[in-house]
């Protein structure tokens, strides 16, 4: 297999990854409004309910930061097969010795959860529900 192959299985596999982390980010959200709802409905403590929801919100901020790692390895993919010169020998299948390179260490790892968590098509829908518990908990 030449190495332009290579490039183009390894983008076709960490395409059909990256669909799923989206899918399943999906499915985190669609847990949290679930369990928010039942939390209503049960009439749990709104605190508690609260806590699920934000533990919710950070485990997608987890599997987000996962996601992007993989794409910013099919933008580097990407890159490399519209190259018109043939990409060097060893340049495919490299996605956990770039990410080992640029590692960043528990703190900075931990920034990239948040800010993974903070970017708005993550955040929504836990901002809301965190805000309706809040004021389900006044009344």
């Known amino acids: 297999m030449d190495e332009k192959s290579a490039l183009q299985q390894e983008w076709m596999t960490l395409q059909g990854q990256y669909e799923r982390y989206e899918s399943g980010g999906l499915g985190i959200k669609l847990a949290a409004v679930v369990l928010a709802f039942l939390g209503v409905v049960f009439e749990l403590e709104s605190w508690f309910v609260g806590l699920i929801v934000l533990l919710l919100w950070l485990q997608e901020g987890v599997f987000k930061t996962f ?27 490299q996605l956990h010795s770039a990410w080992l390179a640029g590692r960043k260490g528990v703190a900075g790892l931990l920034a990239e959860y948040a800010a993974s968590a903070a970017r708005p098509t993550v955040a929504f829908p836990y901002a809301v529900l965190l805000l309706i518990l809040l004021v389900l908990a006044q009344g």
């Not at 992007?68 to 490399?80: P, W, Y």
């Open 67 to 93: 996601q992007s790692r993989l794409g910013d390895r099919l933008l580097l993919l990407e890159n490399l097969i519209a190259r018109d010169e043939a990409p060097g020998p060893g340049t495919a299948f």
